[in-house]
Every structure is written in C-alpha cells, then in structure tokens.
C-alpha cells in the first residue's frame, strides 16, 4: 500500500458541526487524529495522494469532496443521509445510555452497552463502505473513523 493512498487533511463543514456534549466532541477530535495518523483511501480514477477530505451536509446529502494535496478537484459526490439515519440514530442512543451508566451501573451492564456501541459502529462502517464502493476505496478502520465522523455530522440533519 502506497503513502499517497491515504487522507491527508480532513475538513468538517463547520456549519454543518453542532457542538454537543464533552464525550461526542471528544470523539470527534480522537476520529480525527487517528483518520489522519492511520487511513486507507484511494478514490476511483486512480489519482495521485494524499488527499484533502471536505465533509459536509447539504439538503440532506453527506457530500464528499475530495482533492489533491495542492487542493485541486479530484471527486466530489454525495450519499443520501437517509441510508445513515436509523444506524445513527440508534447508535447515538447506545451511547447515551453507556455513558449515563458508566457513572453507576455495574460492570457487566456497561460491558453489555460498550458491545452494543462497538456492534452498530460496525454494522454503519460496513453501511459506509458499501455507500463507497465504485467510488473511493476505503479499509475497515478508515471506515470506522469516518462513521464516527458522519455521526458528528449527522446530528444536526
């Protein structure tokens, strides 16, 4: 695998970020850092990196724009947001609710919750990956870390 075929910066339309509570900002800033210490993705057409990633929501579209390091167009396409609303949803409410027991519930209870969390981070990664097929071709943690991030970006839509 080639250093080229990765995202180099990552941009989240601040317009579309709403600020919510400390542990999904911090989850945000930790995708973030590890998309960019760590990824795999390499557009269709077979064009030259790394990339800039610009993350964005308009009219109910995840639009990814894409471009070289010189920030030059390599691709720009959106995916519905409709095919991400129930797994976020739902994955949002599993978070919820591990972080409200992290603070009184027994261990095998937050065990239970924190699998639940990992098992629908999966199942939107996978969704992901799917969206992208013909489009950018991306691994399994790359997908994982955008997930968290279009979750980020979903909670305003």
């Known amino acids: 695998m080639s250093n080229d075929q990765r995202i180099g910066n990552i941009f989240l339309d601040e317009k579309s970020v709403v600020r919510r509570a400390a542990h999904v900002e911090h989850e945000r800033k930790v995708a973030v850092y590890d998309l960019l210490e760590e990824n795999y993705f390499l557009p269709a057409g077979g064009h030259d990196?790394?990339?800039?990633?610009?993350?964005?929501?308009?009219?109910?579209r995840l639009i990814f724009d894409i471009r070289a390091e010189n920030d030059s167009a390599v691709d720009c396409f959106s995916l519905p947001l409709n095919?991400?609303?129930?797994?976020?949803?739902?994955?949002?409410?599993?978070?919820?609710?591990?972080?409200?027991?992290?603070?009184?519930?027994?261990?095998?209870?937050?065990?239970?919750?924190?699998?639940?969390?990992?098992?629908?981070?999966?199942?939107?990664?996978?969704?992901?990956?799917?969206?992208?097929?013909?489009?950018?071709?991306?691994?399994?943690?790359?997908?994982?870390?955008?997930?968290?991030l279009i979750c980020v970006l979903h909670i305003k839509a």
């Open 83 to 148: 095919s991400f609303r129930r797994i976020v949803k739902d994955y949002f409410m599993i978070c919820e609710s591990y972080f409200e027991a992290i603070k009184t519930a027994p261990p095998s209870r937050i065990e239970a919750l924190d699998m639940g969390r990992r098992g629908l981070h999966n199942e939107g990664s996978d969704i992901l990956r799917d969206r992208l097929e013909g489009k950018v071709e991306i691994d399994k943690p790359t997908s994982r870390r955008l997930f968290t």
């Open 49 to 60: 990196g790394p990339f800039n990633l610009h993350l964005s929501i308009e009219e109910n």
